[in-house]
C-alpha cells in the first residue's frame, strides 16, 4: 500500500502535523495516551485467550540514549562505552510476561526527583485499569534496582505477591554460610532507609539458592513462602521476568529516531515502537496457538491504527 493510499485508508496525517500538535501536550497528558493504544494492543491479545489465566507482571526500566543537554526528563546511566557516563530518557515499563511470552501494558517516562516508589505505583495503578489484566495480575517481577523499603511496603500494602533479587553483601555471605550449615536456605533480612535524622527499617524474608556446581548463590527477597527445599521455584518464577528484556530488543528493530527534544513526542515513538513489538508477539503465537477469527481481529487491528494516527492531533486531544 502507498502512502497515498494509506493516508485515504485511514484518514492519516503527516509527522509535522504530528509534532506540531504534539508539541501543545504536556508528558504527563501523552502518558495517558500511550497506555489508552497500550491497552488496545494488549485487547487484541484478550481476544485471543492469551489472557485467560493469571498473568505476572515485569516491571523494569528502558533507557534510550540521548545526545542533547541534559533536561528536567533526562538522566545519566550507569557507565557504559569506554567508562563514560550516558545521557538518556528513562522509560519505567509493565510487561506481562510468562514462559515465551511479553506484552508491553504501561509506559511512564522518568523524570529529575521521580522515585522508583513513584513509578511502580504509577505503573502498577495502570495495569490495574486494563480490563483485560483485571484480577489477572500475579506476581510482580523487578530486579535488584527496586529492592527498596518504599516499593516492598508499597507492594505489602496492596497485596501484591512479589520477587526480586538481592544484591550480595558481606551479611547476605554470612547468612548463606549459615543456610548452607543448617540446610535451611531462607532467613529474615533486616533492610534499611536511610533518611536524614532517621533511618526506617524492614524485615523481609531472604531465599537462596545455590548455584550448581559453584560455590556462589542467588538471593531473592520475597513475600512467597516456599516449604523448606522447594526455594527453587522462586527462581523458576523470576526467569519469565527476562521476557521484557526481549521485549526491549524487538522493539529496537522497530525503533523510530528523532532529533526531537520534546518528551511527549518521544514517548509516543516508544509507545508505538512497544506496541509493534506487542502485535509481532501476538502474530507468532497466532500462528502456532488457536488463531483469533479473521473479522475479530480485522476490526480491532482496524480500530488500534485508527487510534494511533489519530489521537495525537490537536482536535482530537481537546
Known sequence: MSIEMFHDEYGGVSPDVVLSSVNKISLEMMEKVCNRLLKLSVRMAG?????????????????????????????????????????????????VTGKCFYQAVSIMGARKGVSNLEIVKGLLEDVGRNPVLKNRVGVVLMDKFFAGVDVINYLESNDHLYIMPFKHSKTLD???????????????????????????????????????????????????????????????IYRGRWNIEVNFKVKKVVKPTTSSKNPAYRILLETISLILANLWKQLEIRITDRPLRQKQYDLTLHKLIQEMITTPTKNNME
Open 47 to 95: 481476544g485471543a485467550r492469551m489472557f485467560v489465566r493469571t498473568k505476572n507482571v515485569s516491571i523494569d526500566y528502558h533507557d534510550v540514549l540521548y545526545y542533547g543537554k541534559s533536561t528536567p526528563f533526562t538522566v545519566k546511566t550507569l557507565e557504559g562505552h569506554k567508562g563514560k557516563r550516558r545521557r538518556c530518557h528513562r522509560y519505567g515499563v509493565a510487561s
Open 174 to 236: 554470612r547468612l548463606y554460610e549459615n543456610a548452607r550449615r543448617t540446610g535451611i536456605f531462607h532467613a529474615l533480612y533486616h533492610m534499611r532507609k536511610k533518611d536524614p535524622g532517621n533511618s526506617v527499617w524492614k524485615t523481609v524474608n531472604v531465599y537462596f539458592i545455590p548455584v550448581e556446581d559453584e560455590e556462589g548463590y542467588y538471593a531473592y527477597i520475597s513475600n512467597i513462602e516456599t516449604p523448606p527445599g522447594m526455594e527453587w521455584i522462586l527462581d523458576m
